[in-house]
């Protein structure tokens, strides 16, 4: 099982996504900013350094919002994530095809990775009972 964390980074009712790069397994797929945990890392630590690798910003880590198990051709991710928020910087695009700030209604547009299809609908369904 790999361990993998992510950020729900919120902008008012707007959350940040980003597009896999072409290469990349599951590429031009849509996810949260994240990535495998380190051998010595906490999960916390880990967001915090894949936040700056991939998007040049520091994050602060808050509450878990929701972890997920699924099981891809090619392995088995437990995927945690985060509440968070940017601290520090301005999002760039330092390993994504394409980020983008979207509201929870707007999360069929979009093809997400398999692994956040639970998260998804737990965000619209706290959306649509005003507790986002």
């Known amino acids: 099982m790999t361990e993998v964390v992510a950020a729900l980074i ?13 290469h990349k397994a599951r590429g031009l797929l849509w996810e949260f ?3 495998k945990v ?14 700056r690798e991939e998007l040049d910003v520091t994050v602060t880590v808050r509450d878990v919002f929701m972890d997920v198990i699924h ?9 945690t994530l985060f ?3 940017i601290a520090e910087g301005k999002p760039k695009m330092l ?3 394409d980020m983008r700030w979207i509201t929870p ?6 093809a997400f990775c398999p692994a956040d299809a639970g998260i ?5 369904r706290r959306s649509r009972e005003e507790c986002w």
């Not at 902008?11 to 072409?22: F, N, S, T, W």
């Not at 099981?71 to 995927?79: F, G, I, K, R």
């Open 83 to 85: 509440d968070a928020s």
């Open 38 to 51: 380190e051998p010595g890392e906490t999960k916390e630590q880990a967001l915090v350094r894949e936040c």
């Open 10 to 22: 919120r902008d008012g009712e707007k959350m940040l996504i980003c597009q896999r790069p072409a």
């Open 120 to 124: 998804l609908e737990e965000i619209r």
């Open 105 to 110: 209604d707007e999360i069929p547009l979009y």
């Open 33 to 35: 900013v994240g990535g």
């Open 95 to 97: 390993e994504h095809a």
């Open 71 to 79: 099981a891809y051709p090619d392995l088995t991710v437990h995927l």
